[in-house]
């Protein structure tokens, strides 16, 4: 099929993208990855399409007071390979591994993926276990978006009709903590059936001193393992410590074609399990 009739905007600016928006009638196009078949398919049928891509200020990578600052118009690849994203959050530098294959990194951008919303997705599961906050601009000028408040739903977010998310601050780990992703799919780079993301700081004794994990794949958005991180917290990192502190874990995963609930649950706990043990290995 192809994309119903729409008028182009191609955005000079961050301010020019922003006074384009106005309406849930207008959509974004950074990478393409999502958007593009949803229009091919007429899944997605704006009235208006505001092309971001020549917005070279949004496409970066720093450091900045303890935070690792992204441009929403980054590419995948390159925060895949960024060195200061291997050195600071490995969590992420692993996640993105999983994000389709490598055409789809080269051209998908790490706003989009977070706008996108799939709660599937690896890029919201973890900004969400690692706290991670988003900037966004609107008419009104900037705010800051919690990422455990920005998700609402599948393909749902706090963004406003009006508002482009321009950036993504991502809290650095303390130097002694490792880290997971572990995931289920159907085939390989396809969305996972559950995904598992854990970064565990571990004290000089082996106990726990910080836990974050989320768990995506298993509700309508990313779920933050709250109280399997708090069974953790000054625990010493046992085999039985570890399963005691996962059955704690609740979450709410959708039947499908590819898995029932109740298969999707269990993975869910094999799979944060699985993540917390190999994080404390590292």
Partial sequence: MK???????RASSVEDAVDALGDDNVKVLAGGQSLVPLLNMRLARPAVLVDINRLAELSYLRRDNGNLVIGALTRHRTVERSPLVYEDIPLLAEALK???????RNRGTFGGSLAHADPAAELPAVCVALDASLLVQGHDGVREIAARDFFLGPHRTALKPS??????RVPVPPAETGYS??????RGNDLALVGAFAAVTVESDGTCAQARIAVAGAGPTPIRAVAVEQALTGQA???STIAAAVAELSVDPPDSIHAPASYRREMASVLTRRAIRTAVSR
């Fill in 3 to 9: 994309a119903v009739a729409f008028d182009y905007v």
């Fill in 98 to 104: 999983y994000v389709g294959h490598v055409s789809i």
């Fill in 163 to 168: 508002e482009l998310l321009i950036s993504v």
């Fill in 181 to 186: 992703v572990q995931e289920l799919s159907p």
């Fill in 237 to 239: 990192l046992t085999d």
